[in-house]
């Protein structure tokens, strides 16, 4: 009996094990179906354009079937070592916490070596779930002499944090460039078939169909993407079969093409001709890149079956199709893609490849976004407004300021180019530069993160670098050609980027300088010498210690503030994303009578900022369970505290100390189960006022969700703990007010040229002309209170 029972569970586990196994199969599966077309869009449209690429130049000279065949057998090789071997195999594996991307390696080394250049540092940063990769060990290895020495030397940070910087300003570029050659090769095949259509109405077309991409970004590109993924399979079965039926009608033999001896007939006929033309073979791996940099959306099982079953075969069977059709039609292999199509399929084909460009395009342009929101949260962008998207696009953002910025320069280049070699020129060595970046920093990651040999690092650094640097240095023959454009323009966002750090970094330096100590606090008592009126005010900055200068300055200009005070600083931790349950830190300033409160606000770089009414009531609730977790692990009344933080949402008790009820406006009313109702200080005029005033300065503010606290009628030890919460939710009846400081920020006289240059007119500049920090917090502007402040740095 004992048998059979064991014998039944034994099957029953067996079952519930193949269940688990089906279930995570089957979620393999709709990622891959999803990466289809939310990250390899753009590399599935390469074909479009690489063959006509690389035989733009003097290489149109060669029109041998030994040159097709050797051209064919670099993207054969260069596809599967650079993309196949390198993503797939290596840097997949480099990621952080299921995210990938430049910030993403550049991340992962800020945690574990001291390379980061982010203010406000916590020993309590590091007890994050989140914050150590799975595996990791945390035994006592001697750091490498790498390592030490990056650590030592500020100006070799400072390298490490502009090489990164510019790696992504490539990508951003890249965000400017492949939109552009991705529609305008698609809509190049009119010239083929459609009579009395000139390059001219190609690039109008070109343009029309940019400024409908752009568009409806700003629209609303998200209600149509769950038609991404079909779009993409059905371009990539269209250059598979056409792919098929040209090696089976113009050349069967192409296949022999594989060998590399080909590669070594290819140099040995063109010399020269073909060093400058492997600047266009290499667009055969544009976009290689979004299969790391869009790893969080998806993860690296589903991208590296999708690629290695999927888009691999289809690319290599196509561009086999195009050398064994240019193997017969030699003076056709300066032409478009669209001369190797069949003329029964070629007007579906040609309707296909447009809308797998605008796929395409728009997984590029949302990429850039995603790179600019890191690149902010790690205080190297100036803050502009984001839009996050749902459904369709977990994860994804709309930046209107970029998506018109980059609409503009998209049609200049366009326009400009007029030609999709010349903007292959220019995407081509923005996108080798940007890989170049991704290997050193990966490189980096295999010796200080995962502790491995630095002979090991090296030695994968050699062997993708080395190509890849072949690769760049043909591009760099090709700048005087188009190559020029992202190199000036990557120039230019590295600047604006790192002058906004510099700025950023001096500004906190001298708030970190002008700080307060607690002995002021203490010397002014319970009141702090003024006037406490009704209600709570949260004073943001950017110090998680001390007192800003801030609050010392408002209150020497207008003596009164509230009732209970909140010191809130909003901060980055060098991970991806921080769980909800482990965001805020609370502690006390001053002693119990002072009600002064820290609450600093941990987010990842790819975390989303919140504010409003869900963010008042995850403050209020975190300061009441901090009250509490207080008396109950102390039991003192008064003291001087201060310094002292607790992550208050691992307590099981979160969410039991108050009682919330839904109301909406300033009279909703309150739940009857609570035994402590607490009573609005404000008289009807003025509640009346102040509803008056919402609908008509903010009109959305009166219907948006709005929370009522009401404080439990239960036994406390202490007596001060009930009295102390009983004034939060009085507190938070009478309203919450936002206090910022507007500053102004200017170098000091007898600084250097640079400093002043960097300070007076670049930071000031940025200042000027970007985002407000309101609108970057989501601050509700009419709860809102700037205080002027003067920096001299």
Known sequence: MIGFVLAKDQVLGGELLRMVERKDRCKVLVLVYQS?????????????????????????????????????????????????????????????????GIVALYSHLCRRAKFCMLPNHQAADEELSTYNYPGYSNRNLSPSLLRRFIERHKKTKTSLLLLVLFGASMAISIGVVAPAISVLSSVEGLKFRAKDV??????????????????????????VAFMFTPIVIMWLLSITAVGIYNILRWNPGVYQAISPYYIYKFFKVTGKDCWISLGGILLCISGSESMFTDLGHFSATSIRV????????????????????????LSAVPMSFYASVPDPVFWPVLVVA???????????ISTTFLIIKECHAFGCFPRVKMVHTRRWLPGQIYIPEINWILMVLSLSVTMGFRDTNHIGNAYGIAYMTMTIVTTWLTSLVINLVWQKSAMLALLFSMLFGSVEIIYFASSCMRIPKGGWFPLMFSVIFLVIMYAWHYGSWKKYSQDLHNKLSMRWILTLGP????IRVPGIGL????????????????????????????????KTVPISHVPHKERYLIGRIGPKSYRLYRCIIRNGYKDIIKNGEDFETDLVMSIAEFIQMEAEGTGAVDGPVDGRMAVVRTSEKFGTRLVMSDSFGPGGS?????SVIVSGYKSPTLQNLQASYEQEYSPQLPFRRRVRFELLDTKYKDPHVKEELLELVEAKCAGVT????????????????????????????????????AVALNIPHICLIEVGMNYCV
């Open 36 to 100: 289809l077309g939310l990250v390899f869009g753009d590399l599935s449209v390469s074909p479009l354009y690489v063959f006509k690429s690389t035989f733009s130049g003097r290489l149109r000279h060669y029109q041998t079937e030994d040159a097709v065949f050797g051209a064919f057998s670099m993207m054969f090789w260069t596809l599967t070592l650079l993309s196949l071997f390198k993503y797939t195999v290596f840097v997949l594996s480099a990621d952080d916490n299921g995210e990938g």
């Open 539 to 570: 004073i943001y900055t950017e110090l998680a210690t001390g007192v800003p200068a801030t609050f010392t300055h408002f209150l020497t200009t207008l003596p009164a503030f509230y009732q209970v005070v909140v010191f809130v600083c909003v």
């Open 198 to 223: 000139d390059n001219n109405t190609v690039v109008l077309i070109a343009c029309i169909v940019l400024i409908f991409l752009f568009v409806l970004q700003h629209r609303g590109f998200h209600k």
């Open 670 to 674: 309150s739940s009857p189960n609570a």
């Open 306 to 329: 999708a690629f290695s079953c999927v888009i691999y075969p289809c690319l290599v069977l196509q561009y086999m199709g195009q050398a064994a059709f240019f193997s017969k039609n």
């Open 527 to 530: 009141s702090l010498g003024i």
């Open 354 to 364: 447009t809308l797998a460009a605008i796929v395409a395009s728009q997984a590029v």
């Open 738 to 773: 936002y206090v910022i400081g507007h500053s102004r920020i200017k170098a000091r006289s007898n600084s250097s040229f640079l400093h002043q240059f960097a300070i007076n007119i670049a930071y000031s500049l940025l200042r000027k002309n970007c985002r407000s920090p």
